[in-house]
């Protein structure tokens, strides 16, 4: 309870089972009950706890387009902090879909510029000169030491160049993997993506602009409508 007697957390777990950990929302005085719930008064209860203060782990530095491997801390979180010289279009790719862990990107002043579930589709993000913290963090559910395996592209220096009228032979390895690829389109321009083959149901194309908006989208395995691009460059 809080000391306006709002309930922070409650829990009917076996006093065998580990604790949760509990963010606090603000800074004051809190209280602790411990209460039965239909249990005879006879005999007496026993129980043994202990209140363990969390610190969150040290913020790391991000190598971008790197495939990076970590562990969320005891509170459930996980940050790092990257720098742009330029303006910059930034994907993130999640090579393991940890259900429930969740991230956000923040610039220097601690707003949200982007946010979303990790292992779940994301759309690019088109990020200004600055320093950055990309955070990772979870419900008190899941289990301490949770792993994640992610990679923050720079998409305008991690994507491929593109030809056109050439056929292009790839393999998404791990299969949780994403390839990226740019091409420089004039306005007025016509293009169309023609797939080879079959594959997998949900892997899937995406055509964004360098401002990061959605042009297309669709399954791998069939072709694609005809584009007339506007002056996206």
């Known amino acids: 309870l809080d000391t306006m ?4 957390f ?3 777990r076996n006093l065998t089972q580990t604790g949760a950990v509990i963010n606090l929302p603000t800074t004051g005085t809190y209280y602790v009950i411990w209460d039965s719930v239909g249990v005879p008064s006879d005999p007496a209860v026993d129980y043994s706890l202990t209140f363990r203060a969390i610190a969150p782990p040290a913020t790391v ?4 387009n790197a495939v990076t491997n970590g562990t969320l801390g005891d509170d459930g979180s996980l940050s790092y ?12 790719d999640a090579l393991d879909s940890v259900g429930g862990v969740n991230w956000q990107i923040l610039n220097s002043t601690g707003n949200v ?3 979303g579930a990790l292992g779940s589709n994301s759309s690019p993000v088109n990020l200004a000169v600055g320093s950055y913290t990309l955070r990772f963090y979870a419900p008190a559910a899941l289990p301490i030491s949770t792993g994640i395996s992610f990679k923050l592209a720079n998409l305008s220096t991690a994507a491929t160049i593109l030809a056109t009228n050439t056929q292009v032979n790839a393999t998404l390895d791990p299969g949780s993997n994403a ?6 389109a004039f306005s007025g321009d016509s293009f169309q993506f023609k797939s080879y083959g079959a594959a997998p149901v949900g892997v ?3 055509l964004y ?5 959605l042009v297309g989208s669709g399954p791998v395995g069939s072709d694609s409508a005809v584009y007339r691009f506007a002056p996206y460059g």
């Open 5 to 8: 007697g709002q309930f922070i």
């Open 209 to 213: 602009s360098q401002a990061g908006v």
């Open 113 to 115: 510029v982007r946010s």
């Open 179 to 184: 390839d990226a690829y740019r091409f420089a």
């Open 10 to 12: 409650s829990s009917s």
């Open 81 to 92: 902090q990257f720098a742009l010289t330029g303006s910059s279009l930034l994907w993130m």
């Open 204 to 206: 899937n194309w995406y």
């Open 61 to 64: 530095p991000l190598v971008l």
